[in-house]
């Protein structure tokens, strides 16, 4: 997709479709009263004849209007002017690009002119963006017959010639992020016999190159000799060879302490011995969807040459039950020390999470983030709108829910209170690695939190906001736009 931004009227336009905003209540914009003014009254009579009221994400299009050059003018409703805010901008672009017919191959927006409370012409033009590559994304779909390419190949954003250079650094920031989760959801989406601990290797080395990051992938051999016994316990019942995939972006000043973000990255998780229940398992390839997070917010700050200091941590292995699988009543030692107990094998987020986080220690981070689709209990406690945030530092989840605002990409607070921590409790080790079904994802965080006393730590479940099921199966590329707005303030901060 190629975005530019322009100015000028929209009648004057040579284009597939300019796309246009009407309130409710049949209240033209200054680019649809343009058109109206052009067309001899061509819009209001639409307007008046019942075919669009303004309410919001209603769209009517129409074909060679006299008077405007384009083949098409898109008439997209508001809703009331008075709430119009930047959630329902972001919603009119997705409702626009949706309705935008077949054969439109290039479009122009007259969406980013319009007043938005708290929302400058940089944040429109990104939101712009992002959502336009949000809703074109295709699946690279492995079928005989190779997908039709994309017709929609150029969009234009009108804006005041005065925000011109505003505008160009929106776009520039929200393709980054684009790619970004662009990357994630391809990862997400590959099947797991294609995207295995390996290949996630191999593309982290493939980013390394193209942005300069430094990388490191360690092998089974080198993991054995860091002493990651609960990682190692989950990556034995496979023959898949297990990955700690080590990426640094060090753009910022030396003297600078790292943010480490800390995937999960289990590329498919079967439950192992504690077998999980067959139906929608081919879901579980989307195991890996934290891994694939800090890989797509690596891409997206490479991308901007962002100037901070970061480490991407990635433990990856597959979860299988094998012989040689560990079993429930097996106790591992993790890279801590701590002893474990395993009284279910489907818990293994946590076991590869935890000595990834142990790890991180050596990179004396500012703060520590992991990513994971953790547990069930999250999706049940908060569904699919919000990911799961627990911290042991206020200030750092604060940081993280307000990027998670600006982002669209939101997360909510969750408890991380010392009363939960014994429902963790072992007769025969230091710690269970399950607490019972009361409070899973929060008991799921109170083990995690064992393993992060050394620094600022916070995790987010993202089991419910990763992938959608149904027919619209497929990786939603959260919470890249969280993580890469979290960082982006956070060099704004360090400068
Ligand atoms: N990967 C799953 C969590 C999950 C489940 C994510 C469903 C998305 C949808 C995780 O490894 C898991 O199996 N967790 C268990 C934990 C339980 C055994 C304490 C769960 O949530 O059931
Ligand atoms: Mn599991
Ligand atoms: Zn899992």
Known sequence: MEFSIKNGNPEKQRVDCVI???????????AAKCLDEASNKAISAVLKSGDMDGKLNATVTLHQVSGVASARVMLVGLG????????????VVRAAVKALPKGVASASFFLSEIAIKKANTQTKAAQLVEVVMDTTYQVNAIKAKKAEPKVLTKIAIYVDK??????????????????????????????????????LGEQAKKLAKQYGFKVEVLDKAEIVKLGMGSFLGVAQGSVEPPRLIVLQHLKGKKSQKPVALVGKGITFDTGGIS?????????????????????????AIGEMGLAINAVGI????????????????????????????????????????????????????????????????CVIALGHHPSGLFSNKDALAHELLAAGEMAHDRAWHMPLWEEF??????????????GGRAGGSIT?????????????????????????????KGGTGRPVPLLTTFLVQRALKVK
């Open 20 to 30: 246009v905003g009407v309130f409710e209540g049949r209240k033209l914009t200054e």
């Open 80 to 91: 009331k002017q008075a709430e119009f805010a930047e959630r329902q901008y972001r919603q």
């Open 162 to 199: 005065s925000e011109n250079t505003q505008a160009e650094a929106g776009v520039k920031h929200g393709l980054a992020i684009s790619v970004g989760v662009s990357l994630a959801k391809d990862l997400g989406n590959l099947p797991p016999n294609i995207c295995t601990p390996t290949y």
């Open 275 to 299: 077998l999980k229940p067959g139906a929608d398992m081919d879901e579980m390839k989307y195991d890996m969807c934290g891994a694939a997070s800090v890989l797509g917010t690596f891409k």
């Open 314 to 377: 990635i433990p990856t292995c597959e979860n299988m039950p094998d012989a040689g699988a560990i079993k429930p009543g097996d106790i591992l030692t993790s890279m801590s020390g701590q002893t474990i107990e395993i009284l279910n094998t489907d818990a293994e987020g946590r076991l590869i999470l935890c000595d990834a986080l142990t790890y991180a220690e050596r990179f004396e981070p500012s703060a520590v983030v992991d990513i994971a689709t953790l547990t069930g209990a």
């Open 421 to 434: 921590q014994s429902q963790l409790d072992s007769n025969f080790a230091d710690m269970a690695n399950i």
């Open 444 to 472: 799921a965080a109170c083990f995690l939190s064992r393993y992060a006393k050394k620094y600022d730590w916070a995790h987010l479940d993202i089991a419910g906001t990763a992938w959608k099921s149904g027919k619209e």
